[in-house]
Each structure stands twice: as structure tokens, then as C-alpha cells.
């Protein structure tokens, strides 16, 4: 166990629908990070937060709508999603994000995303 | 910008043999780098950081090297088992930043 939990593990959602993505971490962790993994290609980082705080969006489309209410959890809002926004979505922690950190990611098990 | 190349077929050993995998990187050298391993399915699970004053680092039966002349850090796994098949992802720091970036992993698969 990683300490990283993901609900749902699966979806499947209309380019229509609204569905949300939920992260918790149990390791007491400041940071954390939202990542897209399509097949054969790298993790794309989406957004950071770093005490609750959002520090980085990377061009992400605004369909994708991060929310860090507090340390422990964070939620992907997602709506009018396309098909190739089909993916495996990972969540990510750290014990906290700073300019000498050598900071080590512990991931949850992520959810598999198809878009129809 | 910085680009991390890991070779895309998939690694066939036979179990008993060492596995090794190969991260090249290609701009700036990195403050340090990081080896991941990820099952199906599963996300990332972090195995081994190695800095860049560190030629190498050891962990039972793995071992890292990181060469920042050849920008090049190679990843061996000793006598290895079927357990160890999964694809392997190298990551290290952005210049900019201290976000990672990481490579597309290779699948190594050990066949028994």
C-alpha cells in the first residue's frame, strides 16, 4: 500500500458528462500532483499544489479543473471531455516541493479514464 | 529543453541474467535522478535516487550509475526473476524548477 488512494479506479464518462477524480494521501505529505499517462509516452505533469496552494498548470485545457480543499486530498473536476483525454490519470505525492528538495513521488494505483 | 530518451522495445532477459536499461538525457546536467518502476495498471513505485556526485548506488540486487559526461544513467538489475518484469521509468529535475520529468520507461520482461 502506498499510502495514495484514487476513486474510481475505472471510468468511462460521455463527452458530455461531469465526473470528478479523487486523491487522498495518508503520508502527511505538503505536495501534490496530478499526471496524464497515455500509452507508450511519458507522464505528462498537469497541476501541482504545494500547500494547498496551485504552483504550476502546464497548458493544461481548462476541461481539466483541479481542487486541493486541504494537504490530504485532491480532486480533477472533469467536463466536455474529449476522446483523446482517454488515459490513465495518476496522483502523486511528496513531503513538500522547495529549490534543494531531492523529493522522492509516492503515487497512487490512478484511474483509468475512457472517454466515449 | 531538457529530453529524457529511454529505448522503447521492450527488454527480453533471460531469468538468471542481468538486466540493464539505459536513461540518456540530453541539455543540462541534473542535481540527481531517479529510477521508478511501474506494474500494469499500478502507478510508479520509486526504487532508487542517485545524485550527481554519486558515480553509483546499490540496493540489493540493483544497481545505478550516472555518468554526466556520457549524460547517460544506466539502471542493472542482478540475477534477476520473473517477479522483476515491469517497465522502468527514469525521472529527474526540471532547470527551471524542481518539477521531474520523466522518461516513456522501458518493459523489461525475464523470462524463466
Known amino acids: 500500500e502506498t499510502g495514495v488512494t484514487q476513486t474510481p479506479r475505472h471510468l468511462v464518462m460521455g463527452m458530455t458528462n461531469k465526473k470528478s477524480l479523487k486523491c487522498e494521501q495518508h503520508?502527511?505529505?505538503?505536495?501534490m500532483y496530478w499526471y496524464k499517462q497515455s500509452a507508450k509516452k511519458p507522464l505528462e505533469l498537469m497541476f501541482v499544489?504545494?500547500?494547498?496552494?496551485?504552483?504550476e498548470n502546464n497548458s493544461v485545457p481548462s476541461r481539466f479543473s483541479p481542487e486541493c480543499p486541504n494537504s490530504s486530498h485532491l480532486f480533477l473536476h472533469l467536463h466536455t471531455l474529449q476522446p483523446e483525454d482517454s488515459a490513465l490519470y495518476l496522483c502523486?505525492?511528496?513531503?513538500?516541493?522547495?529549490?534543494?528538495?531531492?523529493?522522492?513521488?509516492?503515487f497512487g494505483p490512478g484511474t483509468r479514464l475512457l472517454v466515449l | 529543453s531538457q529530453k529524457i530518451e529511454q529505448n522503447s522495445e521492450a527488454l527480453n532477459i533471460q531469468e538468471g541474467k542481468t538486466a540493464t536499461l539505459t536513461c540518456n538525457y540530453t541539455?543540462?546536467?541534473?542535481?540527481?535522478l531517479q529510477w521508478y518502476r511501474q506494474d500494469p495498471g499500478r502507478g510508479p513505485v520509486f526504487l532508487l535516487l542517485?545524485?550527481?556526485n554519486e558515480k553509483e548506488k546499490r540496493k540489493e540486487r540493483l544497481k545505478v550509475t550516472f555518468d554526466t559526461t556520457l549524460k547517460q544513467s544506466l539502471f542493472h538489475i542482478t540475477a534477476s526473476q520473473p517477479a522483476d518484469s515491469a517497465t522502468y521509468l527514469c525521472?529527474?529535475?526540471?532547470?527551471?524548477?524542481?518539477?521531474?520529468?520523466w522518461g516513456a520507461g522501458t518493459k523489461l520482461i525475464i523470462k524463466p
Open positions: 503520508l502527511g505529505h505538503n505536495a
Open positions: 525521472a529527474l529535475p526540471m532547470d527551471s524548477n524542481y518539477q521531474l520529468i
Open positions: 542517485i545524485r550527481e
Open positions: 499544489y504545494n500547500f494547498k496552494e496551485q504552483t
Open positions: 502523486a505525492s511528496s513531503q513538500e516541493m522547495s529549490g534543494d528538495s531531492q523529493e522522492t513521488q509516492y
Open positions: 541539455n543540462y546536467s541534473p542535481a540527481y
